[in-house]
């Protein structure tokens, strides 16, 4: 698959994260399960949810046997044209996923509601969107060419296998079985995991057919036009190392007495056999001292203080300045390293990295087209909404 397919899939279809997969699995044991209230993690889902041949649309024979199969722990959420079902544990399967990374966790119960919330309608959006496009692909495969449908169900099962056991590797799990028990611990069910990833290994191989030949057509006008407008995404950024001698006001009796010991070092900062460095150390005072003398600022309008960043942009590597008064102090700086910002030639390199970015935002493009027209063309009944 070529790296624009790829990066289309991952920003406009969710797919299983490998991360929050092996997240969930690796800290089952050492943290607690991100569940749903009063569900518990491993019990099997039911038949409808999990049975049906992998990658064919589950059938779902009346509206009364969805009703049926349709429990408070599991529920049909979603039903595509009048034989594709989501259940609520497909989603949620995906939102426990998300919520794996700590740093998303809300302190409080209200917070975490909330983001389950969101969560939820998005993966749900997202599992819709996906189950459009295959329902409408796989719909016209079965009528044009049916024996085609048996080679697609094994390559997909093949790509969902591998998947599989790049996250029990990733997992450092001893083996499958320890994975899968992990999973299940962690509120992730196998037989699940494994519908959702042969689903989108099908789409996967669709999309890439679909799309492989959308945005071969930009031209090197395009791409110079992108080149110019987009000048600030593709410049080097500012780069400055500098080193400060400060001499504090509050060490003195008097401002004259610290100007006098700032003009004793400045001939030493100068001296081009000199340490200035080790000047900093054993003369200077204030952060700079501790930090090797560096200081503070890697970029010219991110020097503190920032009166000395016009003396900074002054002078050249290996130069030091004069003595410098500012609120506070005295300060002699010498200018160690410094690279400005530059805009790298309009060379093949740069032409291919931006020939991939425009194929992209193309089959971006064409992708949220076909999600539209087969929307505008498909059933799509939301039958719950996440409590």
């Not at 289309?8 to 569940?35: D, I, M, Q, S, W």
């Not at 790509?159 to 990733?170: I, V």
Request: proline share 6%.
């Amino acid at each position: 698959m070529d790296a624009g397919t790829r990066w289309l899939l991952r920003r406009r279809f969710r797919t299983l994260a490998l991360g929050g997969a092996v997240a969930l699995a690796a800290g089952c044991a050492t943290a607690n399960p991100v569940t749903r209230s009063q569900v518990p993690d491993d019990r099997p889902p039911p038949a409808p949810a999990t049975v049906s041949p992998p990658g064919e649309p589950t059938i779902v024979p009346a509206v009364a046997k969805l009703a049926e199969a349709a429990t408070p722990q599991v529920r049909v959420v979603a039903v595509i044209g009048s034989d594709v079902f989501i259940t609520d544990d497909e989603v949620w399967q995906l939102v426990r996923q998300r919520l794996s990374d700590p740093s998303l966790r809300p302190a409080d119960a209200a917070g975490q509601k909330l983001l389950e919330k969101r969560f939820f309608d998005e993966e749900l959006k997202h599992l819709v969107e996906r189950e459009v496009v295959l329902a409408d692909w796989l719909g016209k495969i079965k009528k044009s060419k049916p024996a085609a449908l048996d080679e697609l169900k094994v390559e997909a099962a093949t790509m969902a296998k591998r998947t599989f056991g790049e996250f029990r590797k990733a997992s450092k799990s001893a083996s499958e079985a320890e994975f899968i028990a992990n999973l299940q611990q962690a509120g992730l069910s196998h037989k699940l995991l494994m519908r959702q990833l042969e689903r989108n290994a099908m789409l996967s191989i669709y999309m890439q057919s679909y799309l492989k030949d959308k945005g071969k057509s930009i031209s090197t006008g395009e791409v110079e036009r992108y080149y110019a407008d987009h000048a600030a995404e593709f410049r080097s950024e500012e780069r400055l190392k500098w080193l400060d001698l400060f001499v504090s006001y509050r060490r003195f009796n008097s401002e004259a007495e610290a100007r006098a010991y700032a003009d004793w070092l400045l001939p030493q900062a100068k001296d081009p056999a000199g340490d200035f460095v080790a000047l900093v150390k054993k003369y200077g005072h204030g952060p700079s001292v501790l930090a090797g003398g560096v200081g503070l600022g890697g970029k010219l309008a991110e020097v503190q203080p920032a009166e000395l960043a016009p003396t900074l942009k002054g002078l050249k590597v290996g130069q030091v300045s004069g003595v410098i008064a500012v609120e506070g102090g005295l300060h002699i700086v010498k200018l160690d390293e410094y690279a400005a910002p530059e805009l790298p030639p309009f060379d093949e390199k740069v032409q291919a990295f931006i020939r991939r970015k425009l194929t992209a935002i193309v089959q971006d493009r064409e992708r949220d087209k076909l999600v539209e027209e087969l929307q505008r063309r498909t059933t799509v009944k939301i039958t719950a909404e996440n409590p």
